[in-house]
Nanobody, 126 residues
Framework: QVQLVESGGGLVQPGGSLRLSCAVS????????VNWFRQGPGKEREGVSCISSSDRSTYYADSVKGRFSIYRDVKKNTVYLQMYSLRPEDTAVYSC???????????????????WGIGALVTVSS
């Protein structure tokens, strides 16, 4: 049984940092890319970042480039999204999802994903 479990969300002030985790069980990240999506209040879901399975190439949306960093821990089969310099517009539910193979940029359609986590709420507010 495949499970993706996000953690690390919460309330943070503008300019602050958070690290989201996506713990994956039931499949190997050696074969699956991991994508992070987010959906803010009243907004459509958007792709944020992706890390490939084969060479760990990383991709970022322009809105987070330079502020977010995606990486993985092979031993823990976990992918992290480190977020710095958070802004109110980063407020959203962040979800991780896997797709077999490598990334196709940061914004591969959500319909391509094989498995999803339930999401973690990040609120950026003073």
């Amino acid at each position: 049984q495949v499970q993706l479990v996000e953690s690390g969300g919460g309330l943070v002030q503008p300019g602050g940092s958070l690290r989201l985790s996506c713990a994956v069980s039931g499949l190997s990240l050696d074969y699956y890319a991991v994508n992070w999506f987010r959906q803010g209040p009243g907004k459509e879901r958007e792709g944020v970042s992706c890390i490939s399975s084969s060479d760990r190439s990383t991709y970022y949306a322009d809105s987070v480039k330079g502020r977010f960093s995606i990486y993985r821990d092979v031993k823990k089969n976990t992918v992290y999204l480190q977020m710095y310099s958070l802004r109110p517009e980063d407020t959203a539910v962040y979800s991780c999802a896997t797709v077999f193979g490598d990334c196709s940029g940061y914004d591969r359609p959500a319909t391509d994903m094989d498995y999803w986590g339930i999401g973690a709420l990040v609120t950026v507010s003073s």
